[in-house]
C-alpha cells in the first residue's frame, strides 16, 4: 500500500497567519491527492482534489500543489473557521491511504 | 444539497454483528459509486470497502476482508455495511461517502455525519 506522511503532525497559528501543510507519498501517485478538513465531532470535507483544483464552496485562500510524491496544502490567511485538522489522501491506488493528519490549532 | 445520514450503530460484544445504513438524497444515487470509511477514536481515517453505481464492482480493505459485507438499494437509495466477527480493533466511527464516479471510486467528494460502533463486553 502507498504510505502518506503529513508534517508537521500539529501547527499553532494565528488568525492571519500563512499556513503550510506537506504530504508526502511513498510512491508517485501522479496528481492524485485529496485534501480534506475535519472539525470536531464532524465528518471530513473535500477541500482540493487531483492536489491543486478546489472543491465546490471552498474559499479562494486555500491553495494545493504538488505531483508525484510531494504535495503542499496552503492557507494563505488563517481564519478562525479554519482551526480544524487537516488530511491528506492518495486516490491513486486501491488502498486510497490517509495521512495522519495535521492539527492547526490557535496560538 | 447532497445528503447522507447514517444509522445502525452501537454496542455489541465481540464476535457481534451489526447493520449499518446509509439513507442518500440530492443526488442520482445509482450513477454513483460509494464507499465506507472509519476512523477508531483519536485515530486517523481508513478506508473499508466500496461499491459502484451498479452494485457489480465491489472491494474491500484486507483489514475487513471477508468479515464485512457492503451492498446497497437503489430502489430505496440506501448503502449498507454488514460488519460481522467484531473485535475492539473494529471500534470506530463509521462513515458513508458518496464517490465522484459511477464505478469503484477512489474520490469521494460528500461524507456522511458518521455512526459510532463500539465493541466492548
Known amino acids: 500500500d502507498i504510505q502518506m506522511t503529513q508534517s508537521p503532525s500539529t501547527l499553532s497559528a494565528s488568525v492571519g497567519d500563512r499556513v503550510t501543510i506537506t504530504c508526502r507519498a511513498s510512491q508517485s501517485i501522479n496528481d492524485r491527492l485529496a485534501w480534506f478538513q475535519q472539525k470536531p465531532g464532524r465528518a471530513p470535507k473535500l477541500l482540493i482534489y487531483t492536489a491543486s483544483t478546489l472543491a465546490s464552496g471552498v474559499p479562494p485562500r486555500f491553495s494545493g500543489s504538488g505531483f508525484g510524491t510531494e504535495f503542499t496544502l496552503t492557507i494563505s490567511s488563517l481564519q478562525p473557521d479554519d482551526f480544524a485538522t487537516f488530511y491528506c489522501q492518495q486516490f491513486n491506488e486501491y488502498s486510497r491511504t490517509f495521512g495522519q493528519g495535521t492539527k492547526v490549532e490557535i496560538k | 444539497e447532497v445528503q447522507l445520514v447514517e444509522s445502525g450503530g452501537g454496542l455489541v460484544q465481540p464476535g457481534g454483528s451489526l447493520r449499518l445504513s446509509c439513507a442518500a438524497s440530492?443526488?442520482?444515487?445509482?450513477?454513483?459509486?460509494m464507499s465506507w470509511f472509519r476512523q477508531a477514536p483519536g485515530r486517523g481515517l481508513e478506508w473499508a470497502s466500496a461499491?459502484?453505481?451498479?452494485?457489480?464492482?465491489?472491494s474491500y480493505a484486507d483489514s475487513v476482508k471477508g468479515r464485512f459485507t457492503i451492498s446497497r438499494d437503489n430502489s430505496k437509495n440506501t448503502l449498507y455495511l454488514q460488519v460481522n466477527s467484531l473485535t475492539a480493533e473494529d471500534t470506530a466511527v463509521y462513515y458513508c461517502a458518496k464517490g465522484d464516479c459511477g464505478g469503484d471510486c477512489y474520490l469521494t467528494d460528500h461524507w456522511g455525519q458518521g455512526v459510532l460502533v463500539t465493541v466492548s463486553s
Open positions: 461499491i459502484s453505481g451498479s452494485g457489480h464492482i465491489i
Open positions: 440530492g443526488f442520482t444515487f445509482s450513477a454513483y459509486g
